[in-house]
């Protein structure tokens, strides 16, 4: 079936062509003279295209009832100028089918706000929705924008396992994968070793593919992952997901301030992509859901970011006037709030905060002389706090090997990491952008659950 987009009919569509499009029903009006007015809508843009279908057009008399909200059509017709408001062409209809029927009484998504909390228990129809068709080509322009950043500086697109025997992050928040069937197990109430159970090893969900993406750097030179990692942190938070999409680039011969650099241009590389790309979504987030967004795109692509050091942060957020929920103290983690008054209130821009204390980071980080902190960066943006976290890696293989045992980690179990330092090391470095997170910032949603296709939180896995 030869169909045109209805994005292209309303971008491109000249009066007199005939064209044919499917699509789903958003409203249908019937007028007084005998002809209807259908709103109909496939996805491929926000809005509608209007057709106006006569009621002697074969066999629409007998479908005339059930074209109603979500119902499935393909209409073929001519297009005229449109004489209403925002559209520039309209088609009027000599052929009409209906595909599928939305029963009115029991269809959910009607003609009305929904509330988010609603949308979330039906994924499966929430792309229907405004909201959701926007986030989807959102995160389809963004997704192909980070493959087109790394692919145009000479990156290799490296694809690391999902199922792994390495904490990267040293959390403690892996999801376990098991094959026992725990169910029969706790039925004949067996003792579970869970240590040997995957391949003989213990083996869980992947929280990052930063170690296996630095086997890359140091043999094929830059290189970055793009995909699924998963966290069993029990956060009930707007910011958390247990299972969310992460891009880690990982770079040879590059040092903190290199690492900082290429995170910017990234983010800016970004910010401009979706400008270019989505003007028309990032209008309705403009209008719709957060009156702030397109100013601070433009905001994070055109202004250099501020670098400080984790130190100074604390100096400031110590000696402000604002009033926090939770202590600031030299060697805690930041919290979101002091996040968001560093970029919103202090610096108005995105920062770098960078040389973070060593004992609130992970093992790989390269320590620097002071003993004390270590290579690492957060770029924090306003509205999200931390949306990139990396560092510089430890290349040296006595500093690395005393940091683990500091950690509690068995070096033998890492003996293929240590590799990589005890043949060739080369400094090294990365970082990982939370992808879910840049959605958010660049939609203006409130809650990450909602700009992933099927959120996984705590008590939230319908399908
Ligand atoms: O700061 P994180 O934990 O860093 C790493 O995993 C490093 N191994 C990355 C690297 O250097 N290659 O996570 C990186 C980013 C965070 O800044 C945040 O944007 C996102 O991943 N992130 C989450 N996004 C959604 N839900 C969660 N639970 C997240 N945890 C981290
Ligand atoms: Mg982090």
Redesign the pocket.
Known sequence: MKRTKIAQVLSAGQPEETHQICGWVRTRRDSKQGFSFIEMNDGSCMHGLQVIVDADVPGFSEIHKLITTGASLRVAGKLQESPGKGQRVEMLATEIELFGTADADTYPLQKKRHSFEFLREIAHLRPRTNTFGAITRVRNVLSAGVHNFFQERGFNYIQTPVITTSD??GAGEMFQVTTLDLERLAQVKTEIDFSQDFFGKKASLT????LE?EIFACSVGDCYTFGP?F?A?N?NTT????E?W?I?P?MPFYDLNDNMELAEEFIQYLMKTVLEKAPADLEFFNQRIEKTVLETIHQIAETPFERVPYTTAIEILTSCDEKFEYPVEWGNDLQSEHERFLTEKHFKKPIILFDYPRSIK?FYMRCNDDGKTVRAM?VLVPRIG??????QREERLDVLEARMKECDLDPEEYWWYLDLRRFGSVPHS?????F??IVQLVTGMQN?RDCIPFPRTPKNASF
């Open positions: 990267c992050e929280v990052s593919g930063q993406a990692t966290r942190e956060s910011r958390h997901l247990a969310f992460m880690e990982e992970p957060d931390e949306i990139i976290g990396g560092s990365g970082f990982g952008l939370g879910e997170r990450i």
